[in-house]
Nanobody, 125 residues
Framework: QVQLVESGGGLVQAGGSLRLSCAAS????????MGWFRQAPGKEREFVAA????????FYADSVKGRFTISRDNAKNTVYLQMNSLKPDDTAVYYC??????????????????WGQGTRVTVSS
């Protein structure tokens, strides 16, 4: 059974940092793209960041570019999201996604086969 388990969320003040982790089990994702999405209350799930399977190519939403960094450790089957200079607008539940369907967009939720349960990030002003 494939599982993606996020951790590292919490409450932080504006300007602070958090590091999210997503540990995968049940199969290796070393040859798959992985990404992070988020969903704020009352809003649709939106793209945050994604990484190609080698981690050489990364993609970021304009709203987080320069503040967030996605990385991965394929040996540990884990993807990370380092979030710096956090803003109240970053408050959301953050979801890990894995295994982008071939030929599909990195930034669409429908492109990914597997999802974690989410970890909540709250940024206070």
């Amino acid at each position: 059974q494939v599982q993606l388990v996020e951790s590292g969320g919490g409450l932080v003040q504006a300007g602070g940092s958090l590091r999210l982790s997503c540990a995968a089990s049940g199969r290796s994702f070393s040859t798959d793209a992985m990404g992070w999405f988020r969903q704020a209350p009352g809003k649709e799930r939106e793209f945050v960041a994604a990484s190609s399977w080698k981690g050489v190519t990364t993609f970021y939403a304009d709203s987080v570019k320069g503040r967030f960094t996605i990385s991965r450790d394929n040996a540990k089957n884990t993807v990370y999201l380092q979030m710096n200079s956090l803003k109240p607008d970053d408050t959301a539940v953050y979801y890990c996604a894995a295994a982008r369907k071939s030929g599909s967009s990195y930034v669409l939720p429908s492109s990914y086969l597997y999802w974690g349960q989410g970890t909540r990030v709250t940024v206070s002003s």
